[in-house]
């Protein structure tokens, strides 16, 4: 490449040369001679094999220095909220930005050159990991990441008073949980979303900054960019998600439909009506995504769980370290090696006292190689019991693939990576494994498992539509079919098609209610959510099997099963060298996507709701 600019350049001051030889005599007139037939253009050669692997592994090392770097800035910024970490952080993603999206760019060049299939690979993820790319000129990567820091402050910090009292995200949530008056969860739900009203439009200027980037590296835009990461075309990845969710569609309106007969008992036809959506803030969660804390209202009558997750943690003198050291005996059982004592140095397990800090849990491999760390303010109760079997499942899996170049340093699509948490969690709230470590002195009869089932079903099939519909928004954001005018409109109209939901009041005017979902304000894709709901029951049904469990699925533990965790290790260790149909079959046995195995855990529950909800008349208006 430098040899043809060289060439380029020479050609272009022999063209623009003026000769100094003295002036000859004059002479005879003589006719014009003929011209000079012009030099053909000197063709660019075409890019070797060979140069592009050495592209290929340039960018690699480039860019494992890059991230390695911001991981360490964007961990101080997590964990230490001020205005010089915002600084480097800003200053941290834009390089990182920038580098990323030239090196995309660049990949480009190599599209049509025949090279080895592990080359063939480095160039499509280069391509294809941005997410929020900017385009490729001088400012770009730094607009981008200032607004993109903005949003995340914004949210992360994010306060509201109600009574004379000031709410975070924390308190608020917990005052949602547990109250059962709609005047208070109100008050609850409409403070929060009123703290991301201010992100509007800095929202609509990062769809802008983005579109431009992902337009720039071939794509129509950045939902185009995003939906292109599964070793599938774009549109054909929409439609396998919409296949998906009409597996589980059913089963979902039977739950919406139980649940919402209860509230109307509890709440009467003035707060929670007998027809139609479920008002959002009676849900006991703030995104409506998850439908457990409201399971006193819900419960089952005549059938009773023997125990109480929370309190048997509270009854054991669990604490944060407790419950993290007793996620990490989880994996060890499965013959996982133990995870580092920089891991126990290095964490954040709860909320300091001194400065403000990102409390949303999240999973760090900060030098991508052995600095694995959780980030997490803990609450000793069964939620976040699971949430650190959840984060660990990250750590793992960046430990299984360390070995991978740098560009296979990921999972086999984003959904795998959230979904092996998930399908360990599926076991640590079982009573089997309970029972396992200690916690529950004996299984309890299979007569409690219709309560065990609506418990979980409130967290995890009502999580479903949520995990379809916030991509669903964000890519006609980015499509353009929808404009910053109409962003909150739009946004209910896609809770009411999905979950079957309403506002407790109708929105004000500058209302952003998207944004006061982390995700959305942190710029973090969501569809791998609805995957991981769909794959960690695959999993469990495939590790089930192997470990040759006869029992009900959701009684199933694989605690201590190490032939289950030989297995699914050899998945975890391909990373992403190889499209996802690999590496689910190496574990599954299969290469679709099958959201069947959640039909199959709640099977006995799914009768149960339909003997339920008989007479009732259910689903809502615009419900699919």
């Not at 480009?108 to 294809?128: H, I, Q, S």
């Not at 979950?499 to 979902?517: E, H, T, Y």
Request: hydrophobic share 40%.
């Amino acid at each position: 490449m430098k040899r043809l600019l060289a060439s380029a350049a020479c050609l272009a001051l022999l063209t623009g040369c003026a000769t100094t030889s003295a002036p000859m005599a004059p002479v005879a007139e003589a006719p014009p001679a003929a011209p000079e037939p012009a030099a053909p253009p000197v063709a660019a050669a075409k890019p070797t094999p060979a140069e592009a692997k050495a592209f290929a592994d340039e960018a690699e090392a480039k860019l494992a220095a890059l991230n390695e770097y911001a991981q360490h800035v964007q961990w101080m910024g997590a964990t230490f909220i001020n205005y010089d970490t915002e600084w480097l952080q800003t200053r941290a993603d834009a390089a990182l930005n920038e580098a990323q999206v030239s090196l995309a760019l660049q990949a480009a060049k190599y599209n049509d050159v025949d090279v080895d299939a592990v080359t063939r690979r480095k160039l499509l993820l280069l391509r294809v990991s941005q997410v929020l790319p900017a385009a490729d000129k001088p400012g770009a990567a730094a607009d981008l990441a200032a607004v993109n820091t903005r949003l995340g402050s914004t949210y992360s910090t994010g306060k509201f008073t109600w009574n004379g009292k000031v709410y975070n995200l924390d308190e608020a949530s917990r005052t949602m949980a547990a109250s059962r008056d709609p005047k208070v969860t109100r008050a609850m739900w409409e403070g929060w979303m009123s703290i991301a009203a201010p992100m509007k439009g800095d929202y609509a200027k990062l769809a802008q900054l983005s579109n431009a980037g992902a337009e720039g590296l071939g794509f129509k835009d950045t939902g185009a960019l995003w939906r292109s990461g599964y070793d599938m075309a774009p549109d054909a990845f929409a439609t396998e998600t919409d296949r998906l969710w009409s597996q589980v569609a059913p089963f979902y309106k039977n739950l919406h439909c139980y649940t919402r007969r209860k509230l109307n008992e509890k709440y009467g036809d003035s707060v929670q009506p007998k027809f139609g959506p479920i008002r959002a803030d009676l849900l006991g969660n703030m995104w409506a995504q998850d439908w457990s804390n409201i399971y006193d209202v819900v419960a089952p009558k005549g059938i009773k769980s023997s125990y109480s997750l929370d309190k048997l943690l509270v009854q054991k003198k669990y604490d944060p370290i407790k419950m993290v050291k007793t996620g990490e005996s989880f994996y060890t059982s499965l013959g996982f090696a133990a995870l580092p004592q920089t891991f126990w140095e290095r964490s954040q397990f709860t909320r300091p006292k001194d400065r403000e800090v990102v409390c949303h849990a999240s999973a760090w491999d900060v030098d991508n190689l052995s600095d694995v760390r959780i980030k997490m303010c803990t609450n000793v109760n069964g939620e976040d019991f699971y949430t650190v079997h959840h984060e660990l499942g990250h750590n793992f899996y960046q430990r299984a693939y360390k070995d991978q170049p740098f560009l296979f340093k990921n999972s086999a699509n984003d959904g795998f990576h959230e979904a092996i948490g998930d399908f360990v969690g599926l076991s640590s709230v079982t009573p089997t494994y309970l029972n396992q470590i200690g916690l529950l002195d004996k299984v309890p009869d299979e007569s409690e498992d219709i309560p065990y089932l609506l418990k979980m079903a409130l967290q995890k099939v009502a999580f479903l539509p949520f995990g379809v519909e916030v991509d669903r928004w964000r890519w006609e954001v980015f499509s353009g079919k929808i404009t910053e005018a109409q962003y909150n409109q739009r946004w209910w109209e896609l809770v009411g098609k999905y979950q079957g939901l309403s506002a407790p009041a109708v929105r004000p005017s500058n209302a952003f209610d998207p944004g006061a979902k982390y995700h959305v304000a942190a710029s973090v894709p969501y569809t791998r959510y609805f995957l991981a709901a769909i794959l960690q029951f695959q999993f469990q049904r495939a590790a089930c099997d192997q470990a040759g469990w006869k029992g009900p699925l959701a009684r199933c533990s694989i605690y201590g099963e190490r032939a289950v965790g030989e297995k699914l290790n050899a998945m975890l260790e391909m990373g992403q060298s190889k499209p996802w149909p690999d590496a689910l079959e190496a574990f599954t046995g299969k290469r679709d996507m099958d959201a069947t195995a959640i039909l199959d855990y709640f099977a006995p529950l799914n009768a149960w709701l339909e003997e339920q909800n008989k007479g009732q008349t259910c689903g809502w208006e615009g419900s699919i």
